[in-house]
């Protein structure tokens, strides 16, 4: 079974790198399309596959085709793939608010699903919420469901929370790293230097992750760092003065109506 990526960035390479290290057999045969030259002579070189220019190509020579390009130029890439994409293919997409409505008016098969990755999945950490239409025999989408295990946890939802999950997860990474460009920055004002200081903030980012991974609720954890009175209830309450958790609310809901307004006029 040959996998296809139309768009050879960045995502589509971790999904690579995952394929190649985690995937078993003939299932691990990858074919790419990609429109920079130096960019298909990378992944060719790097990762020992096949590239092409042609989107048509690709479609053709493929069971599972990955739409791996941004929304705003998906109208584009979908005219241009539609009449090859016949019903015995697999189509999968990882843009931010293209609906599998919109993808089931466009292409002529029922086997498509749509997935929002995040970027540590270049680690291989990532996090992938797939929504799917009911018409897959279990060794069709285990296969689907399998790619993106490799590059971290999978989570299967309804359509309807996924422009949801494009906020909290998709963007989140951005949204976290923003937080940590913050807690540097506050440490180089309280008299750190930059190296220290990011040494410190991004420890202390990934030991409290994996304390939460462990099983530990951010209120108990929260708890047991705050001690009544101390250094860490003054910066709390700093952030409550400051309007923390109304603030990424209001993030995550701009992120959110972002998504929905991807997707608005295509269905």
């Known amino acids: ?8 960035g960045n995502m589509a390479e971790a999904l690579i790198k995952g394929i190649r290290g985690q995937v078993s057999g003939d299932r691990r045969e990858i074919f790419v399309s990609e429109p920079k030259e130096d960019r298909r002579h990378y992944l060719e070189k790097t990762y020992n596959i096949k590239t092409t220019e042609s989107n048509k190509q690709l479609v053709s020579s493929c069971d599972i085709i990955i739409l791996a390009v941004k929304p705003q130029i998906m109208d584009m890439v979908i005219e241009e793939i539609g009449e090859a994409v016949t019903e015995d293919k697999t189509v999968v997409s990882i843009a931010a608010g293209i609906t599998l409505a919109y993808l089931q008016s466009k292409l002529n098969t029922k086997k498509l699903v749509r997935i ?7 680690v291989q950490e990532g996090m992938s919420v797939m929504s799917l239409c009911e018409c897959f025999s279990d060794r069709d989408i285990d296969f689907v469901r399998e790619i993106f295990m490799s590059i ?3 989570m299967t939802l309804p359509e309807k929370y996924m422009n949801a999950v494009t906020a909290v997860s998709g963007s989140g990474p951005a949204f976290i790293a923003y937080f940590i460009e913050a807690m540097i920055e506050g440490g180089i004002n309280a008299g750190l230097n930059k190296d220290d200081a990011f040494t ?8 409290t992750a994996q304390l939460l ?3 530990l609720s951010p209120s108990k954890l929260r708890e047991m760092v705050t001690s009544p009175g101390g250094t860490t209830a003054a910066g709390l309450r700093a952030f409550e003065e400051k309007g923390f958790k109304e603030t990424v609310s209001f993030v995550i809901e701009a992120a959110k109506n ?3 307004e991807l997707g608005k006029g295509r269905d």
Do not use: C, H, W, Y
């Open 258 to 260: 972002r998504a929905d």
């Open 200 to 207: 410190l903030a991004v420890q202390t980012a990934v030991g």
């Open 1 to 8: 079974m040959k996998t296809g990526f139309i768009g050879g």
């Open 213 to 215: 991974d462990s099983g």
């Open 152 to 154: 971290g946890e999978v």
């Open 116 to 122: 929002m990755p995040n970027t540590p999945a270049l």
